[in-house]
């Protein structure tokens, strides 16, 4: 059997890192969508309710209710129709309407924050969405829109054609462009020069510490730590830390601390884990790597390459510092440098 030259297999593993496909299980019956993954600190409220409630994954929603964000949250969602939606922090959404028999429509309504779908929707099923400036018509698309405090939309397509519109005018929004609305004023065309740079916290809203911690050999004493990581239980991890702490070295006890409040989506907590020993220099390999993935959850691709190149000064030509690398490269849509980077 032929096998891939090692530039393109790893290229090729990079993808299925960045872009993960998400297998969709049905959801329960009668629920017009559900919390595919939650991240950080979100909430959830029925449309006749005025109190918000903890929200948790594999949460069912019904047509009418809410979610939002909290601040360094990040939620997805996946609708009955199977579109996919994500939310980043601070994000209001309502679902006025899922697409159903007798109904082709799904209809979304952003109050506030930023949201970014790939929508792969069949002829005469449109997706809807609805904000306080503008509302949006779309046909299958990739596209990113984010709405102001002040109710100011800002739509961006990477690929496929928007209507966009309110009262006072409307446009056609096609690949590369962007349309900005202002409640009570037409919606007007922008050319935008690297629109993928707008949706970055996108493809790293699912940041994974494990790898990054064993990107070096980890202690023997971390073992009972790792494990529980790997089973997604950062309660547990934690426990395991405190029982274990003794044996640990400073520097790895810093590490995994960080790789608990990532995992756990306390973002804030995670960055004040990992400035610490990065500002005394003595941070593990483990920390860069995170410290990279929090930058780009944050969309500051430029930053997380410094800080990879900054590492690579201590641990040159390190595997998992490359492929991070390559990971930056790529979802700033830089393929052939991320080649290069991942030959090197």
Do not use: C
């Amino acid at each position: 059997m032929p096998t891939l030259p090692f530039r393109t297999l790893s290229l090729a593993t990079a993808l299925a890192l960045i872009w993960p496909l998400h297998a969709l299980a049905a959801l329960p019956p009668g629920a017009a969508a559900e919390i595919l993954s939650l991240q950080g600190a979100g909430d959830q409220r029925t449309a006749i309710a005025t109190a918000w409630q903890p929200a948790r994954q594999a949460q069912p929603l019904a047509a009418g209710d809410f979610v939002r964000t909290r601040e360094s949250a990040r939620m997805a969602l996946v609708f009955a129709d199977e579109t996919q939606l994500r939310l980043h922090q601070n994000t209001v959404l309502q679902v006025k309407a899922v697409a159903a028999p007798g109904q082709n429509t799904t209809t979304l309504r952003l109050d506030a924050g930023r949201a970014w779908t790939q929508t792969r929707r069949p002829p005469g099923s449109p997706l809807q969405l609805e904000t306080p400036a503008a509302t949006a018509a779309i046909r299958g698309t990739d596209w990113d829109i984010s709405v102001e405090p002040d109710g100011r939309t800002l739509l961006t397509v990477l690929s496929g054609t928007v209507e966009f519109g309110n009262a006072q005018g409307q446009v056609s929004v096609g690949p590369n462009e962007a349309a900005f609305a202002e409640v009570g004023r037409a919606p007007v065309k922008m050319l935008l020069a690297q629109p993928r740079d707008r949706v970055q916290w996108v493809n790293a809203l699912q940041a994974d510490p494990l790898p990054h911690l064993r990107a070096a050999t980890p202690p023997e004493a971390t073992q009972p730590v790792l494990s529980a990581l790997a089973a997604r239980d950062p309660g547990a991890a934690r426990a395991a830390l405190a029982q274990s702490r003794a044996g640990i070295p400073a520097a790895w006890a810093a590490a995994l601390e960080a790789a608990i409040a990532l995992q756990s989506g306390d973002l804030p907590g995670a960055r004040m884990q990992l400035v610490r020993p990065m500002k005394a220099g003595t941070a593990r390999l483990a920390v860069w790597l995170m410290q990279s993935d929090l930058q780009l959850m944050d969309g500051e691709s430029d930053a997380a390459l410094q800080t990879l190149r900054t590492a690579l000064t201590r641990w040159p030509q390190h595997p998992a510092l490359l492929a991070q690398q390559a990971r930056v490269l790529l979802l700033t849509d830089r393929v052939d440098d991320a080649s290069t980077t991942l030959a090197a």
